[in-house]
C-alpha cells in the first residue's frame, strides 16, 4: 500500500512539472487583460469538460496530448511576447494552465 501511495506522488509531482514547464514554455502573463481572460474562460469550460476529473495528472496528459496534436499540424510552442495576438493553441495551453494554477493556490 505504501509503495502505490509513493508512485501517486510521484506521478503527480511529474504532472505538476510538465504543466510548470508549459507556463515557462508560453510566457505565463502574471496578469491577463480582461480581453484575454474572457477568452480564457471559454478555453477552461472545454478543457474542463474535455478532462472530466480535473488532476494535475489528467491536466498534464491532456496538455501533451493537445501540443502533439497541434504540432503534427505545423504550430510549435514558443513564449508568447503579446497575449492579443496568441495563436489558438497557446491559448488553450494557457486555460490548461491557470486551471493547474488554481489547483495550487
Request: charged content about 15%; proline content about 16%.
Given at each position: 500500500m505504501e509503495l502505490d501511495q509513493l508512485e501517486h506522488e510521484a506521478v503527480t509531482a511529474g504532472a505538476c512539472l510538465a504543466l510548470d514547464q508549459w507556463e515557462r514554455r508560453l510566457g505565463m502573463p502574471a496578469e491577463p487583460e480582461p480581453g484575454l481572460v474572457a477568452l480564457l474562460d471559454r478555453h477552461t469550460a472545454r478543457i474542463r469538460a474535455a478532462v472530466g476529473s480535473v488532476t494535475p495528472v489528467n491536466l498534464a496528459a491532456y496538455a501533451d496530448g493537445f501540443a502533439d496534436a497541434v504540432s503534427?499540424?505545423?504550430?510549435?510552442?514558443?513564449?508568447?511576447?503579446?497575449?492579443?495576438?496568441?495563436?489558438?493553441?497557446?491559448v488553450h495551453l494557457l486555460a490548461v494552465c491557470l486551471i493547474a494554477r488554481s489547483l495550487f493556490s
Open positions: 503534427a499540424k505545423g504550430w510549435s510552442p514558443s513564449a508568447v511576447p503579446d497575449w492579443r495576438q496568441a495563436s489558438w493553441p497557446a
